[in-house]
């Protein structure tokens, strides 16, 4: 899993570094796009949380049967849900970019980024939930493989298609996101082939295969919490962007800097969300075979192993907080508060590994409700409200939104660790 994070990371590094020959304005357009597909991509992260949480407890429990409905009904319920937001996607895509906030000279580029990530949401959403099928059932290798491959074509793709290569024109910052499209169609292509390959996963495929509105709305319970989550990260974060826009003369540095931070801050989140992932088909599977006491055990160790990890990298990452900048852009205004951003993050990254690990034990356990509750309490009681204080009011620009930040996440850590430590995640049923 880590391996697969870290290829993820080096396309979002590509993504970023490939923009920023096409100037410091479509590298903040990267950015914000970014967010508001992740806020797309909401429903397809929750149906994967509730599936791998039912099936990871099936798989503990060794009912196979169940595991494999559950799945397809997955599969079938995204596909509703993809081919609806896409359509709506694609048609408002405009509107969208309109009332994000966004600034008017990102308006264009901002707006086609997110034409095409539409036409590309079904392939996008049924390779997230393929994958949460396999993680489920501890098939890593198989994440692997589709998702090398996924990043590799991702990255040439940038290239290929920004610049121009053999017989593929250059199309400028249209071919960032056209090859990212392209990609997971082929990924969702290769995760089917290789579920009818499985002996377990091909009767996903069995013929006379209805829709089981039953299972269907347990992957919701669970998931709902998720949905709410991501919508208070998502819509945190594009706040966070229209909290930068309002700098004035000052904006698109501090927009720029805050995509370059994220993309290069990512490293550090590697191994924290592999071990996030980890925890969730761990304390899942051990659940449902009936042994809490060991999922609990198990969920401490993998903290305290990526508490240990993490503090490593961010010393590293804060040593060389400027080198880091320089890769990513030439602007020196932009690479001084890039590093800016990174030194100050650098400080709390082990509250946000107890933060991501503990999330995802509790989310393994099917307590999204808990996470959702936490996260929420972190960005929009203390974020936001810190950020528009020091950076707007108080008038210290980016650095008080970078404290706003910093200040969230050691709260978030902080009460992701009693959540799990009272241990109401041990008697949830579904």
Same mark, same amino acid.
């Given at each position: 899993?880590?391996?697969?994070?870290?290829?993820?990371?080096?396309?979002?590094?590509?993504?970023?570094?490939?923009?920023?020959?096409?100037?410091?304005?479509?590298?903040?357009?990267?950015?914000?796009?970014?967010?508001?597909?992740?806020?797309?991509?909401?429903?397809?992260?929750?149906?994967?949380?509730?599936?791998?949480?039912?099936?990871?407890?099936?798989?503990?429990?060794?009912?196979?049967?169940?595991?494999?409905?559950? &799945?397809?009904?997955?599969? @079938?319920?995204? $596909?509703?849900?993809? +081919?609806?937001?896409?359509? *709506?996607? !694609?048609? #408002?895509?405009?509107?969208?970019?309109?009332?994000?906030?966004?600034?008017?000279?990102?308006?264009?580029?901002?707006?086609?980024?997110?034409?095409?990530?539409?036409?590309?949401l079904?392939?996008?959403?049924?390779l997230?939930?393929?994958?949460?099928?396999?993680?489920?059932?501890?098939?890593?290798?198989?994440?692997?493989?589709?998702?090398?491959?996924?990043?590799?074509?991702?990255?040439?793709?940038?290239?290929?298609?920004?610049?121009?290569?053999?017989?593929?024109?250059?199309?400028?910052?249209?071919?960032? &996101?056209?090859?990212?499209? @392209?990609?997971? $169609?082929?990924?969702? +292509?290769?995760?089917?082939? *290789?579920? !009818?390959? #499985?002996?377990?996963?091909?009767?996903?495929?069995?013929?006379?295969?209805?829709?089981?509105?039953?299972?269907?709305?347990?992957?919701?319970?669970?998931?709902?919490?998720?949905?709410?989550?991501?919508?208070?990260?998502?819509?945190?974060?594009?706040?966070?962007?229209?909290?930068?826009?309002?700098?004035?003369?000052?904006?698109?540095?501090a927009?720029?800097?805050l995509?370059?931070?994220?993309?290069?801050?990512?490293?550090?989140?590697?191994?924290?969300?592999?071990?996030?992932?980890a925890?969730?088909?761990?304390?899942?599977?051990?659940?449902?075979?009936?042994?809490?006491?060991?999922?609990?055990?198990?969920?401490?160790?993998?903290?305290?192993?990526?508490?240990?990890?993490?503090?490593?990298?961010?010393?590293?990452?804060?040593?060389?907080?400027?080198?880091?900048?320089?890769?990513?852009?030439?602007?020196?205004?932009?690479?001084?508060?890039?590093?800016?951003?990174?030194?100050?993050?650098?400080?709390?990254?082990?509250?946000?590994?107890?933060?991501?690990?503990?999330?995802?034990?509790?989310?393994?356990?099917?307590?999204t409700?808990g996470v959702?509750?936490?996260?929420?309490?972190?960005?929009?009681l203390?974020?936001?409200?810190?950020?528009y204080?020091?950076?707007?009011?108080?008038?210290?620009?980016?650095?008080?939104?970078?404290?706003?930040?910093?200040?969230?996440?050691?709260?978030?850590?902080?009460?992701?660790?009693?959540?799990?430590?009272?241990?109401?995640?041990?008697?949830?049923?579904?």
């Amino acid at each position: 899993m880590f391996i697969v994070m870290l290829m993820n990371f080096g396309v979002g590094f590509i993504d970023i570094y490939v923009a920023g020959f096409l100037g410091p304005d479509i590298q903040a357009a990267v950015g914000y796009v970014s967010q508001i597909y992740f806020f797309i991509v909401i429903a397809a992260n929750a149906i994967s949380i509730g599936t791998l949480v039912l099936i990871s407890r099936a798989i503990g429990a060794k009912d196979y049967s169940s595991a494999v409905n559950t &799945a397809r009904q997955s599969l @079938l319920f995204g $596909t509703f849900i993809a +081919i609806v937001l896409g359509a *709506l996607g !694609y048609i #408002s895509a405009d509107f969208v970019i309109s009332i994000s906030g966004i600034p008017p000279h990102l308006h264009d580029a901002a707006a086609s980024f997110l034409t095409i990530f539409a036409i590309a949401l079904a392939p996008n959403y049924l390779l997230i939930i393929a994958t949460a099928i396999f993680r489920a059932g501890a098939e890593m290798k198989k994440v692997l493989i589709i998702m090398g491959i996924v990043s590799v074509l991702t990255a040439a793709g940038d290239f290929a298609l920004v610049f121009g290569f053999g017989p593929l024109p250059a199309l400028g910052y249209i071919g960032i &996101a056209l090859a990212t499209a @392209l990609a997971f $169609t082929v990924g969702l +292509i290769l995760s089917l082939i *290789l579920m !009818y390959s #499985s002996t377990l996963w091909r009767h996903i495929f069995s013929t006379g295969s209805r829709v089981s509105l039953e299972t269907i709305r347990r992957i919701v319970i669970i998931g709902w919490p998720a949905v709410l989550l991501q919508l208070t990260w998502n819509s945190a974060n594009i706040l966070l962007y229209n909290i930068l826009s309002a700098l004035g003369d000052k904006s698109v540095t501090a927009l720029a800097s805050l995509t370059n931070g994220l993309r290069i801050e990512a490293v550090i989140y590697l191994p924290a969300f592999a071990l996030n992932m980890a925890a969730s088909v761990l304390i899942g599977q051990n659940l449902g075979a009936g042994n809490p006491a060991r999922a609990e055990k198990l969920a401490w160790k993998i903290m305290f192993a990526g508490i240990g990890v993490i503090s490593a990298a961010s010393a590293v990452i804060f040593i060389f907080a400027g080198t880091l900048a320089g890769l990513v852009t030439d602007n020196p205004d932009v690479a001084f508060e890039t590093a800016r951003y990174l030194r100050l993050n650098m400080l709390v990254e082990p509250f946000m590994a107890m933060s991501v690990i503990l999330g995802g034990a509790l989310q393994g356990a099917g307590d999204t409700k808990g996470v959702m509750m936490n996260v929420f309490a972190g960005m929009w009681l203390v974020r936001l409200p810190l950020a528009y204080l020091l950076a707007i009011t108080a008038g210290l620009g980016a650095l008080g939104a970078w404290i706003g930040m910093i200040t969230s996440m050691t709260i978030q850590g902080i009460l992701m660790g009693i959540r799990f430590k009272k241990g109401g995640w041990k008697h949830i049923r579904f």
